[in-house]
């Protein structure tokens, strides 16, 4: 599903215009990622939950001429299903 269906989606649940939920879907992607930059978590109970975790820096090789290289630390956005997502998945 990619943005634009989802949008259609959410629309047609909420019973909102395609407009109104594109705002909403924006708005809610804009404070998750101004959250997440801030360092904090963000958690939807019965969704999942979002954080920040650290990746420690690591030996990699690099696929075309076999030789080692260093992969940097960087920080990487983690999502966790809570317990009604990863429960009705099946």
């Known amino acids: ?9 959410m ?4 019973g909102l215009t395609k407009a109104d939920t594109k705002k909403a879907l924006d708005a809610f992607m804009e404070a998750v990622s101004e959250a997440l930059k801030a ?6 109970v019965g ?6 975790a650290e990746r420690k820096s690591r ?3 690099n696929p075309k001429t076999r030789k080692p290289i260093n992969i ?6 983690k999502f966790k299903a809570g317990n009604e997502l990863s429960g ?3």
């Open 1 to 9: 599903m990619n943005k634009a269906e989802l949008i259609d989606a």
């Open 11 to 14: 629309a047609a649940k909420a």
């Open 39 to 44: 360092g904090d978590r963000v958690g939807l």
């Open 47 to 52: 969704f999942g939950s979002f954080s920040v």
């Open 59 to 61: 030996k990699g090789m």
């Open 72 to 77: 940097p630390a960087k920080k990487t956005i």
């Open 88 to 90: 009705g998945i099946q």
